[in-house]
């Protein structure tokens, strides 16, 4: 991507090299133990393991050190590419006659507090509608890059948008709809639809990479093919695959590697939120 020189978001909140420790629960349990807590405090489960779940917890790479020349530059990366899907989304709820009220991305480092509760970096990135807020650890990239086999900037571009794609889904009562249903469905459909809202952010972030691709100078060749290996990488088969050695369709949360490039496609190729129904598709 060509984004030095590009306008950056007011909208990140840079907590590296802060660390974590002592806010909360604190420890290398902390992530596990919130996702316990929020189950049984009836919270969703997904906003705190949005993700790409990677095996093991990862790397927490120097909280308390100040940020390298490289750190820098990623927070930067981040800001320019959050601040084009800003655009993307204020002048699609233009058209919507809609106003669009930003969210705010957070930086972090090892460990963070949300108002979802209390996460680790092995959590993966994850949305937190409670607070309306992205929240990132870096180091995830590298994972992405040498456990997931996803390289490329446009990959970190493709998980922010698949994020603020849920920011979306909040601000449209898409997510408030799906969490009404928790409790009076089985595991197993509950389950489904999940998959149903993660492919419709895939879409979403696919809607984002359509604008992105018409905007002169952002993209190089390469970008958008980086964005679908990524959504390819992060499928569930493909994840349990590499995780566990083996597949549980019933326990499929974010959807196939192919349904996830399908639909993120779907939206690079359409660019028209009303192409994204995931939950009235007969066919995922
Ligand atoms: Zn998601």
């Not at 709820?93 to 680790?120: I, N």
């Not at 996803?150 to 709809?177: M, R, S, T």
């Not at 489904?192 to 809607?207: H, K, P, S, T």
């Not at 390819?232 to 996830?260: C, L, N, W």
């Amino acid at each position: 991507m060509r984004w030095q020189g590009r306008r950056k978001s007011d909208n990140v909140e840079d907590r590296r090299g802060i660390g974590g420790r002592g806010l909360a629960v604190g420890g290398g349990l902390g992530g596990l133990v919130i996702v316990v807590l929020y189950f049984l405090l009836g919270g969703n489960p997904s906003e705190i393991t949005e993700s790409l779940q990677v095996d093991g917890p990862l790397a927490t790479t120097g909280a308390g050190q100040p940020l390298s020349e490289k750190d820098k530059e990623m927070g930067d990366f981040v800001s320019v590419v959050l601040a084009d899907i800003e655009d993307v989304w204020k002048a699609q709820f233009q058209q919507m006659g809609q106003g669009y009220r930003e969210p705010k991305l957070v930086l972090f480092t090892g460990q963070v507090d949300s108002a979802c509760g209390y996460a680790g970096a092995s959590s993966g990135p994850f949305y937190c509608p409670g607070d309306s807020k992205v929240y990132i650890d870096l180091s995830f990239f590298e994972d992405m890059q040498r456990k997931l086999g996803a390289p490329g900037d446009f990959a970190l571009a493709y998980v922010i948008a698949h994020e603020v794609g849920h920011h979306v889904q909040n601000l449209l009562g898409i997510n408030d709809q799906v969490m009404a249903k928790r409790g009076r469905l089985s595991e197993r459909d509950f389950n489904q639809l999940m998959v149903r809202m993660e492919l419709q952010a895939d879409f979403l972030a696919g809607v984002w990479a359509h604008y992105a691709r018409q905007s002169t100078d952002f993209l190089e060749s390469g970008d958008i093919e980086e964005g679908i290996n990524a959504a390819g990488a992060v499928g569930d088969d493909r994840i349990m695959k590499q995780t566990q050695g083996y597949i549980v369709p019933d326990a499929f949360t974010h959807g196939t590697s192919e349904q996830r490039v399908r639909w993120f496609k779907k939206g690079l190729e359409t660019g028209d939120i009303r192409q994204g129904d995931t939950f009235g598709a007969a066919n995922l």
